[in-house]
């Protein structure tokens, strides 16, 4: 009974707490948590799929060993953090449909049966694209480019048969990807010299009559930019202006340590979002390695002179890039939470460091650091401040 009395006579102490008091404590509440998350055992860290569960689903690009859960690192790691699922390549063009008359649905089959396993939110990507698309899409028997009818035909047909197959199964698509220059001009890639600029616009139509409750999405990098940026939102307004609903922008996000800022970065998700459209990170990663130009990187031989200029961190990743990693992912997510109710979807574009695309991008062989979970499938400190992002956002 005293211990009950006692109790009773400290309640209103705790509700006369002065703010500035009770500000103080919440602030060491949230280091608590910050040390807790980063020194406790990783067998019950948090879910980021239930952190954002009330925000935006958190996505993960699969490659084919993952979806067809032969990836046992992996596999947990995927079930346990994300409710939405991109395969990195099965739907592209050169995968699912390698020649005229050959259509192989073997992988994309196996990708959308385990979204459905798992109860996750299925998207497609991508149906048209400058890369991994066969030549033979473009040309005739005799290697000469086709004429605007037949390319039309040819992308009617290859997107009502793969939009169509998945009907009601895959909710969104990502129909057209990378259009844009980065000066903010149409990109001059085949479908562009052979249709012309109306291939974006046939695209979304054929889109629509293949799946119509389907969710349609254009998507590119780089949109940060000004200029870019600028010729993308050109592009959604003449589609808008043409009647074709597109149901959000995808905003690739391959990020740099440095690049983009965060005024960029939210600059950029208000623009599309004053289009009426929702916004999609579509493909995140933080690329922490030395920049190179593209060409000259898949040109280029990893020497082992070159090695210390390019590939510094090839047997680890430096404490002070990784606590800068975790603070670019954390001030970046601040911004995706501060954009809730615009944001549909965060997807990164791998699982691990051992996955990424930026190993072999755009040269070959080295290792880079750019996700949320390491080479043994651990959370790294990038984690921490994603999840610190979210909890932050609840108060």
Same mark, same amino acid.
């Given at each position: 009974m005293r211990k009950d009395s006692k109790r009773r006579r400290r309640k209103p102490m705790i509700m006369k707490m002065k703010p500035l008091r009770r500000t103080l404590i919440q602030i060491a509440a949230g280091l608590l948590l910050s040390t807790t998350l980063a020194k406790s055992s990783?067998?019950? &860290?948090? @879910?980021?799929? *239930? &952190?954002?569960?009330?925000?935006?689903? &958190?996505?993960?690009?699969?490659?084919?060993?993952?979806?067809s859960e032969e990836d046992a690192r992996a596999a947990p790691i995927i079930r346990a953090h994300f409710n939405s699922i991109t395969p990195e390549n099965q739907l592209k063009w050169m995968y699912v449909h390698p020649a005229p008359d050959k259509y192989d649905f073997t992988g994309s089959d196996q990708y959308v049966a385990f979204g459905e396993k798992y109860g996750m939110y299925i998207v497609g990507h991508t149906l048209v694209w400058h890369r991994q698309t066969p030549d033979w899409v473009f040309e005739d028997g005799?290697?000469?480019?086709?004429?605007? *009818?037949?390319?039309?035909?040819?992308?009617? $047909?290859?997107?009502h048969r793969v939009v169509g197959r998945y009907k009601g199964r895959i909710k969104g698509w990502d129909v057209v990807n990378e259009a844009i220059d980065a000066n /903010?001009?149409?990109?001059?890639s085949k479908w562009m010299k052979i249709i012309g600029e109306d291939y974006v616009a046939k695209a979304f139509e054929f889109a629509h009559e293949a799946d119509p409750d389907a969710q349609l999405y254009y998507n590119d990098y780089s949109l940060e930019n000004e200029?870019?940026?600028t010729g993308a939102i050109q592009l959604i307004k003449k589609l808008q202006a043409e009647g074709i609903a597109v149901a959000a922008i995808g905003l690739q996000g391959h990020n740099k340590l440095d690049w983009p800022t965060v005024e960029q970065q939210d600059a950029t998700i208000?623009? %599309?979002?004053?289009?009426g459209i929702k916004v999609n990170i579509t493909e995140l990663d933080i690329d922490v390695l030395p920049a190179i130009d593209e060409e000259a990187g898949l040109r280029l031989k990893l020497t082992p002179e070159l090695?210390?200029?390019?590939?510094?961190?090839? @047997?680890?990743l430096p404490e002070a890039i990784s606590k800068e990693q975790s603070r670019r992912y954390g001030e970046l997510f601040g911004v995706y939470?501060?954009?809730? $109710?615009?944001?549909?979807? &965060?997807? %990164?574009? /791998?699982?691990? $460091?051992g996955d990424t695309w930026l190993n072999n991008w755009p040269v070959r062989g080295r290792t880079n650091y750019p996700l949320l979970f390491d080479r043994q499938g651990k959370p790294k400190l990038a984690f921490d401040a994603v999840v610190n992002a979210g909890l932050n956002a609840k108060h």
């Amino acid at each position: 009974m005293r211990k009950d009395s006692k109790r009773r006579r400290r309640k209103p102490m705790i509700m006369k707490m002065k703010p500035l008091r009770r500000t103080l404590i919440q602030i060491a509440a949230g280091l608590l948590l910050s040390t807790t998350l980063a020194k406790s055992s990783r067998t019950e &860290i948090p @879910s980021l799929k *239930e &952190i954002f569960k009330n925000d935006f689903m &958190i996505g993960a690009a699969l490659n084919r060993r993952q979806f067809s859960e032969e990836d046992a690192r992996a596999a947990p790691i995927i079930r346990a953090h994300f409710n939405s699922i991109t395969p990195e390549n099965q739907l592209k063009w050169m995968y699912v449909h390698p020649a005229p008359d050959k259509y192989d649905f073997t992988g994309s089959d196996q990708y959308v049966a385990f979204g459905e396993k798992y109860g996750m939110y299925i998207v497609g990507h991508t149906l048209v694209w400058h890369r991994q698309t066969p030549d033979w899409v473009f040309e005739d028997g005799s290697g000469k480019p086709v004429s605007r *009818e037949i390319l039309l035909n040819r992308l009617r $047909d290859h997107i009502h048969r793969v939009v169509g197959r998945y009907k009601g199964r895959i909710k969104g698509w990502d129909v057209v990807n990378e259009a844009i220059d980065a000066n /903010g001009t149409m990109r001059q890639s085949k479908w562009m010299k052979i249709i012309g600029e109306d291939y974006v616009a046939k695209a979304f139509e054929f889109a629509h009559e293949a799946d119509p409750d389907a969710q349609l999405y254009y998507n590119d990098y780089s949109l940060e930019n000004e200029p870019k940026r600028t010729g993308a939102i050109q592009l959604i307004k003449k589609l808008q202006a043409e009647g074709i609903a597109v149901a959000a922008i995808g905003l690739q996000g391959h990020n740099k340590l440095d690049w983009p800022t965060v005024e960029q970065q939210d600059a950029t998700i208000a623009a %599309f979002a004053k289009l009426g459209i929702k916004v999609n990170i579509t493909e995140l990663d933080i690329d922490v390695l030395p920049a190179i130009d593209e060409e000259a990187g898949l040109r280029l031989k990893l020497t082992p002179e070159l090695q210390a200029k390019l590939n510094p961190f090839a @047997s680890s990743l430096p404490e002070a890039i990784s606590k800068e990693q975790s603070r670019r992912y954390g001030e970046l997510f601040g911004v995706y939470v501060k954009y809730r $109710d615009v944001i549909d979807r &965060i997807t %990164f574009w /791998g699982v691990t $460091d051992g996955d990424t695309w930026l190993n072999n991008w755009p040269v070959r062989g080295r290792t880079n650091y750019p996700l949320l979970f390491d080479r043994q499938g651990k959370p790294k400190l990038a984690f921490d401040a994603v999840v610190n992002a979210g909890l932050n956002a609840k108060h």
